[in-house]
């Protein structure tokens, strides 16, 4: 699969082949040899073809290799702050969103290789370059039709028959054979970038400086977050596929060596590739010997076979980079998730018509601000106050038991309970439920057992109720709390004359009563 991919990736990026497979195998023997799962194959990402072509298109391929490198450590630094575990914070229907939406951009970049078109210009948006291609459709080439067709087929159709067989390399080179022998008059790789290099070049770092450093940086970051979603997915899925278990800063600090070394080597930003990682597992890889054995022969083949792949038309590869997207685009999670939920809905086409019609980090931006924004909503929603109430005098087994005001022992004496995550989002309706009911009563108890956590803003809700109750005679007693949550309250004032910490309801109820006693 790398030797195709890696070759497609970099052509539908604006850069010579030799590109993704320096990176294929620099980046690959690195992120198997040092990385955090045992099973990961690393290598070009069709998800990056976007972001690698922008870059290229902005600050030229030096620019792109400088990029490369600092995104690389980034990575190993986010590695080695341990930042590896909030990565699984992004919610999946951003991540669904944005590989869906890479998808639709990556099949109509390859519009006019997999038809053939001579085209002055492509554009750089989406709805450009379907009014280019539009405009080009006259010079349509039959005989690319065919051959990008035909390398569809062929990879489906051993996907089928024989799921074992490298389909994507068996489909290039059956289309190779047919334009040679066929004199089919197609673009190859050889007719547009030249004779393939034998060998790695030396390593060197890209020309720097102020400028072009300060243009990378926004790109290294892409890169970057990219990098580190699409890597630890793909490990993720190692190990449902194997029952083991990544470790993922090591994981981030592997990828970013990799990406240094592969930019110093003239490669492209890698990542943990999931087709290639899942392929890896399935053909019955043990460890990461080989992922970086895959790398080795990469190089093999290179050094050995490089004239042939001058021959690989250029439809052919556009066929193996449709077959990518079609996989990418997910879907049927994607109908699952339109169905899921209004608020996973919206995550959703937000994060991939922004990916679509922007760009992708304002796609995985906007869909991470506003999945957030409706987990705060989902979380303040749950939070609620229930009545929670006193049991017959000795018996206090069960101090879940629901509240009936007419079975209170004494009417001012009121207990509730708060349950849910008391936080900022639900700091404000919680805090006016709060007022009501301590309004007429001597004594308010508030449970706190079933509060996971509670936040400044909750906090201060409590002292500021406890202020005011104290100003009208109403003493209030708060059960159930953790020394955490005492903590963060005393922090913000809920404490003194007007307010008493007790064990449990009971201690709680028994205090009250001997006061008014």
């Given amino acids: 699969m790398a030797l195709p991919l890696s070759m497609a990736i970099a052509i539908a990026s604006g850069l010579p082949p030799q590109h993704g497979l320096f990176a294929a195998i620099v980046g690959g023997f690195l992120v198997s040899a040092l990385g955090g799962s045992r099973f990961q194959v690393g290598g070009p990402a069709g998800a990056f073809i976007v972001l690698v072509g922008a870059a290229v298109a902005d600050i030229g391929v030096a620019g792109m290799l400088l990029a490369t490198i600092l995104s690389g450590a980034m990575l190993a630094g986010a590695g080695l702050f341990r930042l590896g575990t909030y990565i699984k914070f992004i919610p999946y229907p951003v991540t669904v969103g944005f590989t869906a939406g890479i998808a639709v951009i990556i099949l109509v970049s390859q519009l006019p290789a997999l038809l053939g078109l001579s085209m002055a210009s492509e554009g750089s948006e989406v709805i450009e370059r379907l009014v280019h291609v539009q405009a080009a459709l006259g010079t349509l080439t039959p005989a690319a039709v065919g051959l990008s067709l035909g390398t569809i087929a062929v990879i489906q159709g051993l996907k089928r028959l024989a799921p074992r067989a490298p389909g994507m390399l068996i489909a290039i080179g059956l289309a190779a054979l047919a334009a040679a022998l066929g004199g089919l008059p197609v673009e190859t790789v050889a007719s547009r970038f030249g004779d393939l290099p034998r060998a790695l070049p030396a390593p060197s770092l890209p020309p720097v400086d102020a400028a072009l450093l300060l243009a990378a940086l926004p790109y290294a970051f892409s890169f970057a977050l990219l990098g580190a979603i699409e890597s630890l997915l793909s490990a993720v899925v190692a190990d449902g596929m194997t029952g083991r278990r990544h470790r993922s800063n090591a994981e981030l600090v592997a990828q970013g060596i990799a ?87 919206v995550v959703l086409l937000a994060t991939f018509l922004l990916t679509v019609f922007r760009d992708l980090t304002a796609g995985i931006v906007a869909g991470f601000a506003l999945g ?14 229930e009545s929670r ?35 900022f989002g639900a700091a404000a309706s919680i805090g006016a439920v709060l007022e009501r009911i301590a309004d007429g009563a001597r004594t308010f ?34 059960t159930g709390w953790t020394p955490e949550m005492r903590d963060t309250l005393e922090r913000v004032g809920a404490k003194g004359s007007g307010i008493s910490y007790m064990r449990d309801v009971g201690q709680a109820l028994d205090a009250a009563r001997a006061t008014e006693s």
Avoid: Q
Avoid at 308 to 314: D, F, K, N, R, T
Avoid at 333 to 344: I, P, Q
Avoid at 393 to 416: F, H, K, L
């Fill in 259 to 345: 990406n240094i070394a592969a930019g110093f080597f003239g490669g492209m930003c890698v990542t943990g590739t999931i087709a290639r990682t899942a392929t890896n597992v399935r053909a019955g890889s043990r460890g990461p010997v080989s992922g970086m054995l895959h790398a080795l022969f990469l190089a093999l083949t290179l050094a050995a076979a490089a004239p042939l792949a001058g021959h690989i038309p250029l439809a052919a590869l556009a066929g193996v980079l449709a077959v990518v997207a079609w996989n990418m685009a997910e879907r049927a999670e994607f109908a699952a998730l339109l169905r899921a939920s209004r608020g996973d809905a």
């Fill in 372 to 385: 957030g924004l409706i987990f705060i909503k989902r979380m303040a929603d749950a939070a609620r106050v």
């Fill in 389 to 423: 109430g006193p049991l017959v005098p000795g018996d206090r087994a069960d101090e879940t038991a629901p509240y009936d005001p007419s079975e209170a022992g004494d009417e001012g004496i009121v207990v509730y309970r708060i349950k849910g995550a008391f936080f």
């Fill in 445 to 478: 108890v508030l449970d706190l057992s079933e509060v996971p956590f509670i936040d400044s803003s909750g906090a201060r809700v409590i002292a500021g109720l406890a202020r005011r109750s104290e100003r009208r005679g109403i003493r209030v007693c708060l």
